[in-house]
């Protein structure tokens, strides 16, 4: 299960990324070397992107993100670099010892977060910088004239990418189980401490 929805999730991330920057500015955007990419002053060309859902639900625009997770820690790649193996080692861990056989929620899980880990990882390491593209909600407005810092006035300004979103899921999942490992040793104890449970005195 783990190295099922691993190897499929990191597939979708990396084709799509692939895809992404082949399509959606109408040419294909070919990036060059990745200490170029890595150089804050490289920028991509212009284009306008593509709308995916009506209501300005979705766009596709292409974006380098040079931080983590929705564009956080601009100018940080070496440091990323290090948690993001950091992260993989830690989750292997957490599969072999505190997982058991039928934990799918659990196996899944943890399969995502590693997807979206190594995907963003592949970029750092081979691209330069993390390449993005989802843009929800573009053109919806903060209300009153409300800014975020930096001075975005959208709702949601940040652009992600597949791995962005196996993290999160992944992450979600996680929450869920353990959740539901809480609910099970707490019906473990209350089915051991009810009564005729309780196992007899050796007076």
């Given at each position: 299960m783990l190295v099922g929805v691993l190897a499929a999730s990191l597939v979708l991330d990396l084709w799509s990324k692939s895809w992404?920057?082949?399509?959606?500015?109408?040419?294909?955007?070919?990036?060059?070397?990745?200490d170029a990419v890595a150089d804050p002053s490289y920028r991509l060309p212009f284009?306008?992107?593509?709308?995916?859902?009506?209501?300005?639900?979705?766009?596709?625009?292409l974006v380098l993100n040079r931080g983590a997770v929705f564009g956080?820690?601009?100018?940080?790649?070496?440091?990323?670099?290090?948690?993001?193996?950091?992260?993989?080692?830690?989750?292997?861990?957490?599969?072999?010892?505190?997982?058991?056989?039928?934990?799918?929620?659990?196996?899944?899980?943890?399969?995502?977060?590693?997807?979206?880990?190594?995907?963003?990882?592949?970029?750092?390491?081979?691209?330069?910088?993390?390449?993005?593209?989802?843009?929800?909600?573009?053109?919806?407005?903060?209300?009153?004239?409300?800014?975020w810092p930096g001075g975005a006035t959208e709702?949601?300004?940040?652009?992600?990418?597949?791995?962005?979103v196996s993290l999160l899921v992944g992450l979600g999942l996680l929450y869920l189980h353990s959740r539901r490992e809480e609910q099970r040793q707490a019906r473990l104890k209350a089915a051991v401490g009810a009564p005729g449970n309780v196992p007899p005195s050796s007076t």
């Open positions: 992404a920057f082949d399509h959606v500015a109408g040419y294909p955007i070919v990036l060059p070397d990745r284009h306008e992107g593509v709308r995916v859902l009506p209501a300005s639900l979705l766009d596709f625009h956080i820690g601009q100018q940080q790649r070496w440091l990323f670099v290090c948690f993001s193996v950091l992260a993989v080692v830690v989750g292997l861990w957490i599969f072999a010892r505190w997982t058991r056989d039928r934990m799918t929620l659990a196996h899944v899980g943890i399969a995502l977060v590693l997807a979206g880990g190594l995907g963003n990882l592949y970029d750092r390491l081979f691209v330069g910088a993390v390449r993005d593209f989802l843009h929800m909600l573009p053109r919806w407005n903060l209300p009153f004239g409300l800014a709702v949601f300004p940040w652009v992600f990418n597949v791995a962005d």
